[in-house]
């Protein structure tokens, strides 16, 4: 390849995990290139995953219509949206990098605007448009790979293979000062352990009766204060149904547990929080993978989700997931002993990081 890329600019439209999967991809493109202007685009709502990020230079923002406020017109979102494919055809990329593990029509209409001298990206036969990826990859798994090996495989046309480093995400400084201050309100300092509630998947959801009591085992055998995270909002909100009646529900038999509510309505939140407990027990979604990105220790239920491909990506964790596909038939005494491997000195996955075995 020759010569060495400028400007390269990595699109990744999806959530909050996927984009945190491709957070070593983006290290090792500044690790490979160091003197290249490294660019970002991302929405609205996954934005703080790389907001604070060292290896990125600018990254550029724009808003799903449906991640727009109540009230704001569609129209001025388009507007915003027209005036950022501008400023980004200005840039003049040498590189645009589809980043997703499939042929992606809507990143491709996206590169095409901002019109790079090259894209590469997955193709995918009998797909209409894979002709404008000039850098294209015939989309295959030789084997089961996690999304983070799976669109490492993107930067082969660039000279970068073998296996992706860990995932980062920085917390920004005024979450992290405020979550602090909360902790401290609390008389809490220091071994603290991050709960997460909340999940995506029905299958994914542990019952609040089981988290209280495991939460409770904890304390009285670790002498842990627990940090409680969830979605805010009310199960019954049709466009964001949230956990505030569950947390309650838990918070209201946690009285002799030291314990800090702390419900994140911003995913900035989220990071800053987690980023101060010592573990993380939570399911398969966009908590675990940041608390994997944060190298924390983490217990994980997985329902009907692909641990092959979504597992905490080179972090210590514990993952259960029974063969009903369904959390809730996870036993309180499987997440305790996983707990007790991973807070143990000499545990497999803390060395490792590697899957430890409850």
């Known amino acids: ?59 550029y923002v724009y808003m799903k219509a449906k991640h727009r406020e ?4 569609v129209l001025r979102i388009y507007w915003s949206r027209l005036r950022l494919m501008y400023a980004l055809r200005r840039e003049q990329f040498d590189y645009a990098i589809l980043v997703g593990a499939r042929f992606l029509p809507r990143a491709l209409r996206l590169a095409r605007a901002i019109r790079p001298k090259h894209i590469i990206g997955f193709t995918e ?25 799976d669109v490492f495989r993107l930067l082969a046309p660039l000279g970068i293979d073998g296996e992706p480093p860990a995932m980062r995400v920085i917390p920004s400084a005024p979450a992290l000062a405020r979550a602090r201050a909360a902790l401290q309100e609390k008389g809490l300092a220091d071994n603290i352990v991050g709960v997460h509630i909340s999940a995506r998947k029905p299958s994914n959801r542990w019952p609040a009766d089981k988290f209280v009591t495991l ?19 009310s199960a019954s ?20 547990v030291p314990h800090l509510a702390y419900p994140t ?50 972090a210590p964790h514990v993952l259960l997931q029974p063969a009903s596909l369904d959390v809730a038939d996870i036993t309180v005494d499987e997440a305790m002993r996983g707990i007790e491997r991973l807070l143990a000195p000499d545990a497999a996955a803390g060395r490792e990081g590697r899957p430890a075995r409850a």
């Not at 009285?220 to 805010?232: K, Q, R, S």
Request: glycine residues 6%.
């Open 1 to 59: 390849m020759s010569p060495e890329p400028q400007k390269i600019l990595i699109i990744r439209r999806d959530n909050i995990g996927d984009l945190i999967c491709t957070t070593p991809l983006i290290h090792a493109l500044r690790t490979r290139f160091p003197a290249a202007r490294l660019c970002v685009l991302v929405n609205s709502y996954n934005f703080p995953v790389v907001e604070n990020n060292p290896d990125i230079d600018t990254a």
């Open 70 to 73: 109540a009230g704001k017109s």
């Open 125 to 149: 036969p009998g797909t209409r448009g894979a002709k404008h990826i000039d850098t294209g990859i015939p989309y295959t798994l030789p084997r089961p790979l996690h999304e983070a090996e």
């Open 215 to 233: 939460i409770q085992r904890l304390a009285a055998a670790h002498h842990v204060a627990v940090m409680l995270f969830w979605a805010p909002g």
């Open 237 to 256: 909100n049709p466009r964001h149904p949230g956990d505030d009646e569950k947390a309650d529900d838990i918070v209201s038999r946690l009285d002799a």
């Open 265 to 314: 309505a911003r995913l900035d939140e989220l990071i800053a929080g987690l980023s101060l407990c010592r573990l993380v027990i939570c399911s398969d979604g966009g908590a675990m993978h940041i608390a994997a990105a944060l190298a924390k220790p983490i217990l994980c239920f997985f329902g009907k989700s692909d641990k092959a491909r979504w597992y905490p990506w080179r």
